[in-house]
């Protein structure tokens, strides 16, 4: 069966400080990846989403950034974080490009 | 850009009672699909809805999509404690590949 992998789940860091975000799904192979970001109590907000490797689209421009170096290996990072960057991070897979999505459990960011 | 309109944003309601979730697009839906967030989760999937006119059940769950593929709905029959959580509906964008999500509703519900 497949899983879905997020570390770490939760995480504060202080303003300015780097990111990197790890995601990686088992048990599919060239799945699509998308990152998600929920602000508390509101929608889910696209932010990258990749059909391959090394195939990145991003959807909001801002200080993050993603790569796929594996197919099954997903990174969101960012060199500077904001206090706006705080929020809960999602990770999601599907098999087909308009396919159900699965998502991993989340990280929340805390920007201080 | 194309997006989704969910209604209401907040609903609460005591248990046993109905409770619906609208989703609504000025635009023609390919296809809609709606996930659950439980408080402190993650989305998971309930349902895809494809055909104008369609009716899904999941148990007391009814998922309805508009015969002009403009809106759809979520409806719960006699609600429980376990239906609390945020019910997000999302946009299939054909050919960029990504979904597109309503900004959900959120039940709670009065024991």
């Known amino acids: 069966s497949q899983t879905i992998h997020q570390w770490p789940a939760t995480l504060v860091q202080p303003v300015g400080s780097p990111l990197s975000l790890e995601c990686t799904v088992e048990g599919t192979s060239n799945p699509n990846l998308y990152w998600y970001r929920q602000a508390a109590g509101r929608g889910l907000q696209l932010l990258f989403y990749s059909v391959g490797i090394g195939q990145i689209s991003s959807e909001v421009p801002q200080n993050l950034s993603a790569s796929r170096p594996q197919d099954r290996q997903f990174i969101l990072s960012s060199k500077k974080l904001l206090l706006s960057d705080s929020g809960f991070y999602l990770c999601?897979?599907?098999?087909?490009?308009?396919?159900?999505?699965?998502f991993g459990p989340g990280t929340r960011l805390t920007v201080t | 850009g194309q997006q989704v309109m969910q209604i209401p944003q907040y609903q609460h309601v005591q248990e046993g009672e109905d409770f619906t979730t609208y989703c609504n697009s000025s635009t023609t839906l390919s296809n809609i699909q709606w996930y659950k967030q439980r408080p402190g989760g993650h989305p998971v999937f309930l349902i895809q809805?494809?055909?104008?006119?369609e009716v899904k059940k999941q148990k007391r769950l009814t998922f309805q999509f508009g015969e002009a593929k403009k809106n759809s709905s979520l409806h719960i029959t006699a609600t429980q404690t376990t239906d609390v959580g945020t019910y997000f509906c999302?946009?299939?964008?054909?050919?960029?590949?990504?979904?597109?999500f309503g900004q959900g509703t959120r039940l709670t519900i009065n024991p």
């Open positions: 999302a946009e299939i964008i054909q050919g960029a590949q990504k979904l597109v």
């Open positions: 999601a897979w599907s098999v087909f490009a308009v396919g159900e999505q699965y």
């Open positions: 809805l494809v055909k104008s006119g």
